[in-house]
Nanobody, 127 residues
Framework: QVQLVESGGGLVQAGGSLRLSCAAS????????MGWFRQAPGKEREFVAT???????????NHADSVKGRFTISGANAKNTVYLQMNSLKPEDTAVYYC?????????????????WGQGTQVTVSS
């Protein structure tokens, strides 16, 4: 089992920044994928970003069109940690943000690809 714990959420004004962290513990894998998703009230969970790496090298990263140029996913594989740097935040970014892990190392934009999920962290952007 892998346990994922998110942190870094909070309340920020529009145009501000936040950095989310996701720490993985338990059984870990030498080559796996991580992702960030978000869910706003009354809406479905949506893809935000995904990252794959092999050892210490990032092999792939992708972001949803709605956050490209504003959000950046990164990881510290040796620390089993993935980050989501969020800049130029907008009120429509308000949601619970979830970290997810795919033990097969594929990741991607479909939440069905992920095996493990964190409890989520609330991000609220005021206008």
């Amino acid at each position: 089992q892998v346990q994922l714990v998110e942190s870094g959420g909070g309340l920020v004004q529009a145009g501000g920044s936040l950095r989310l962290s996701c720490a993985a513990s338990g059984r870990t894998f030498s080559s796996y994928a991580m992702g960030w998703f978000r869910q706003a009230p009354g809406k479905e969970r949506e893809f935000v970003a995904t990252i794959r790496w092999s050892g210490s090298r990032t092999t792939f990263a992708n972001h949803a069109d709605s956050v490209k140029g504003r959000f950046t996913i990164s990881g510290a594989n040796a620390k089993n940690t993935v980050y989501l740097q969020m800049n130029s935040l907008k009120p429509e970014d308000t949601a619970v943000y979830y970290c997810a892990a795919d033990r097969r190392g594929l990741g991607g934009s479909s939440y069905g690809m992920y095996d493990y999920w964190g409890q989520g962290t609330q991000v609220t952007v005021s206008s």
